[in-house]
Nanobody, 123 residues
């Protein structure tokens, strides 16, 4: 089994910064794309940023220029540096990873979600 554990959420004032971390634990053969999603109250979950195993990144228009996604493949960890935070960034942030595991001498591609970490930006 694989578990994703997020950390780094909290309460911050408008204009402040936070850094989220998500570490993957378990019988991991390889981690491909790693992503951050968020879900604000009453809204659908949306993709914030993603990063491929080679390091290429994509961002939603709403966070481009303010957030930076990065990863440490040796630690199976993805980060989200969030700067210039706005009240509309308030949400539960979820980590998502495409993981390949080795089971019964076969490789299996599976998707995993973390439980989320709350980010609250006060005005």
């Amino acid at each position: 089994q694989v578990h994703l554990v997020e950390s780094g959420g909290g309460l911050v004032q408008t204009g402040g910064s936070l850094r989220l971390s998500c570490a993957a634990f378990g019988s991991i053969f390889r981690i491909d794309t790693m992503c951050w999603y968020r879900q604000a109250p009453g809204k659908q979950r949306e993709l914030v940023a993603d990063i491929a195993s080679g390091g290429s990144t994509n961002y939603s228009d709403s966070v481009k220029g303010r957030f930076t996604i990065s990863r440490d493949n040796a630690k199976n960890t993805v980060y989200l540096q969030m700067n210039s935070l706005k009240p509309e960034d308030t949400a539960v942030y979820y980590c998502y990873s495409e993981v390949t595991i080795l089971h019964m001498d076969q490789l299996h591609g599976l998707d995993y979600w973390g439980k989320g970490t709350l980010v609250t930006v006060s005005s």
